[in-house]
């Protein structure tokens, strides 16, 4: 009863949970394997559906691989809207973005090794030049904001988002390189430090 209730689960499953339990596969492909090494036909036994399947979702390995980085960057920015709304004030609301980037990452880490390996893709290098111009334009009109509440000196919004967003990425970077390197203390430093720079 209980495997024909999955049999029928999967065969009735609408696309979106099917793409899903491809991307799911997929991850865990690559962060065993990398994304070089990972074959389509390990992604369909890692995901249990047949070859026809996959394929009618993504023509190639590129594809799964943009589909994956695409639903992460969803994840973050609709986690960093809801974050920043809850909080208090607007450094609270950068705080809170740091954070979040940094916990995304780290936990997605097999995705973001995959990914660096990558980047010589056009499609690929498009796909992050979006990524951290929508990051800037986020962490901008948090600090437009506490211009505007009186938290923050008046500089340019665009500058000091391009250094905030440096400044986590460099963390970040020694995580991904580096295992045993927690992100998260320094990160933290750095950040409460950017802002006493430009409180009022």
Same mark, same amino acid.
């Given at each position: 009863m209980g495997a024909t209730t999955t049999t029928q689960t999967r065969k009735h499953a609408p696309p979106e949970v099917r793409r899903a339990q491809i991307l799911d596969a997929a991850q865990q492909c690559f962060g065993q394997s990398g994304y070089h090494r990972t074959t389509m036909d390990q992604i369909v036994a890692a995901s249990?559906? @047949?070859?026809?399947s996959l394929y009618r979702h993504f @023509? $190639?390995?590129?594809? *799964? /691989?943009? =589909? &994956?980085f695409d639903r992460y960057a969803a994840e973050l920015f609709e986690a960093g809207e809801t974050r920043a709304a809850a909080a208090g004030s607007?450094?609270? %609301?950068?705080?809170?973005?740091?954070?979040?980037?940094?916990?995304? /990452? *780290? %936990?997605?880490?097999?995705l973001m090794q995959s990914w660096l390996g990558? &980047?010589?893709?056009?499609?690929?290098? $498009?796909?992050?030049? =979006?990524?951290? @111009?929508?990051?800037? *334009? =986020? *962490?901008?009109?948090?600090?437009?904001? %506490?211009?505007?509440d009186g938290e923050f000196r008046k500089v340019s919004a665009s500058h000091f988002a391009a250094a905030m967003t440096g400044l986590a990425e460099g963390v970040l970077l020694q995580a991904l390189m580096d295992e045993a390197f927690d992100p998260f203390p320094p990160l933290r430093d750095a950040t409460d430090a950017l802002l006493r720079g430009i409180a009022r």
């Open positions: 249990g559906l @047949s070859k026809g @023509s $190639n390995k590129d594809d *799964v /691989l943009l =589909a &994956l607007a450094a609270d %609301g950068l705080r809170c973005t740091a954070e979040l980037f940094s916990e995304l /990452l *780290v %936990g997605k880490r097999e990558f &980047l010589e893709h056009p499609q690929a290098r $498009n796909r992050m030049a =979006a990524v951290y @111009s929508e990051s800037r *334009v =986020a *962490v901008a009109a948090l600090f437009e904001q %506490g211009m505007a």
